[in-house]
């Protein structure tokens, strides 16, 4: 699979999952595959939801020794990336929330979740933790389900190498708009060396009422192109990186064509951001209208 995703045109780093990809056992076979295909490892996602121990939650879980081994976990995992030279951990928790009401005590899951990121935060100074957010799925409702939530948490941790990772098709079923996170996670993190708490972005897309990971662009594009404008306004200097499931697909193949959608919408950012400037500073939806128009398709 790393030889076929180093394959791709355009890829210039591979993203591995904890376990499922890379362990303290394979850490440096990986890091010589990753050295002979001349890729860098982008972060590492330690399987926080896919293990049944965190079935009833990692960080948040009411038992104190399955919070314990999470965090424990994710520390191994920080010294797999120090191994491989990656500077990044992503956190999706995907299994920290709850399904029914009147039996989840909010306060103590919030707080075991924060003193969670910070002891791991805290232990690796030298790494970043990018929280990944989603409104729902594996669990009914999520902890980390959007922008604004997942930096009050951000917040309470309190430690500046904790962020953000914007997974675009977990923005669209939060009914967000991906620019406006954009401008929030950069507000947040004004103070910080980097400028903003956004770390991390995972691209693909949705039709939006699920998490359907599809190719990006074959269901959005004005979004994308607002997405990347803000990216590039904000000074965003981390990895654009395709978080796609293409279980019908030939999967490299779908990967290249989310890029080459990227790259193009790029090359409209590029050129029009002197216009869409005016265009926000205007607020005119029908030249805005017209500007894209053109942008996709030409003169018509």
């Given amino acids: ?31 010589r595959e990753l050295a002979d295909a001349g890729k860098a490892c982008v972060s590492i996602i330690p399987d926080l939801f896919g293990d049944p121990d965190f079935a009833r939650g990692s960080y948040s ?18 010294d797999v990336a120090r191994k491989l030279g990656c500077g ?10 709850f399904d029914y009401l009147l039996c989840t005590d909010y306060d103590a899951y919030r707080g075991w979740f924060a003193e969670a990121l910070h002891e791991i935060a805290s232990k690796s100074p030298d790494l970043r933790l990018a929280i990944e957010y989603k409104p729902k799925e594996p669990r009914c409702f999520s902890l980390a389900a959007r922008m604004s939530d997942t930096l009050l948490v951000c917040q309470e941790v309190g430690l500046p190498n904790v962020g953000v990772c914007i997974d675009t098709g977990h923005a669209y079923v939060a009914g967000e708009s991906v620019g406006e996170s954009i401008a929030l996670a950069s507000r947040a993190g004004r103070d910080l060396p980097g400028g903003s708490r956004l770390f991390h972005m995972h691209f693909n897309d949705n039709h939006g009422t699920w998490d359907d990971d599809q190719i990006v662009g074959t269901v959005h594009s004005t979004t994308y192109i607002e997405t990347l404008y803000w990216l590039k306004r904000t000074g965003y200097a981390g990895w654009l990186s395709m978080d796609q499931y293409p279980y019908r697909e030939d999967a490299a193949a779908a990967i ?30 029908i030249a805005t209208s017209r500007l894209l ?8």
């Fill in 293 to 300: 128009r053109r942008a996709l398709l030409g003169s018509v």
């Fill in 88 to 97: 990044l951990l992503n956190i999706w928790p995907g299994q920290d929330g």
């Fill in 1 to 31: 699979m790393l030889r076929m995703a180093a394959g791709i045109p355009h890829v210039e780093g591979i993203e591995l999952v904890g376990t499922w990809d890379v362990t303290p056992a394979n850490a440096h076979e990986m890091q």
């Fill in 61 to 78: 879980n009411a038992n104190p020794s399955v919070r314990r081994r999470a965090i424990d976990y994710t520390l191994q995992m920080a």
């Fill in 256 to 285: 290249g064509e989310s890029i080459a959608w990227l790259r193009r919408f790029e090359q409209i950012v590029d050129s029009e951001s002197a216009q869409i400037d005016s265009l926000i500073k205007t607020g005119d939806p």
